[in-house]
């Protein structure tokens, strides 16, 4: 018995994302968010699962990029993802980093405010607090036309850490606060 084909005219793939992502970003790249641990395993009840989180940088000094999480089951359940599960997990998060970052979207056509809505917050549940804090900021900056080099200069003087990096996120949710009143 043949594999069920996914068919979804409206469907961008990961491949001509990462094709827009390079036309729109030259000098951006896709990398793990953590260079030194780019993916982990993660069990839950009797399921196992590669976990890859993946950040897309726009420019080499991105101090906000788009940061996408992806879950491949191991062993994978079908000839196409098993054997390729890490491949494929990474595949999804670069994806997904892209999207993020604002730099494309998962279907063609124009979206509304509430398919936004929907999936923000669906992308949301999937990320840690400092990374959602942040990808807020970044929404926040990118809404009002706001240097995110200086928003970052600003959180290093302040809290002595990179906001990059940081897994602070009540520092962020401060700084993001400040923002927002600001306005």
């Not at 009840?45 to 950040?55: L, N, P, R, S």
């Not at 990808?135 to 200086?150: F, S, T, V, Y």
């Amino acid at each position: 018995m043949g594999e069920k084909k996914f068919e979804n005219n409206d469907y961008v793939e990961v491949a001509e994302r990462i094709r827009d992502f390079r036309q729109q970003y030259p000098n951006g790249a896709l990398r793990p968010v953590d260079p030194a641990t780019p993916y982990r395993i993660e069990t839950i009840g009797d399921k196992t699962f590669i976990v890859y989180t993946a950040a897309a940088y726009r420019t080499a000094d991105d101090v906000l990029p788009g940061i996408g999480v992806a879950w491949e089951a191991f062993p994978g359940k079908t000839s196409f993802t098993r054997d390729s599960e890490l491949m494929n997990a990474e595949t999804s998060a670069w994806g997904r980093a892209i999207v993020a970052a604002l730099a494309a979207d998962t279907k063609r056509g124009v979206a509304s405010a509430d398919e936004v809505r929907a999936r923000t917050a669906r992308a949301a549940a999937q990320l840690p607090p400092a990374d959602f804090a942040r990808a807020e900021l970044m929404r926040l900056c990118n809404a009002r036309g706001i240097d995110p080099n200086k928003v970052a200069a600003e959180f290093r003087s302040e809290h002595g850490a990179e906001l990059k990096t940081t897994t602070d996120h009540a520092a962020i949710e401060k700084l993001l606060a400040q923002y927002r009143e600001a306005a």
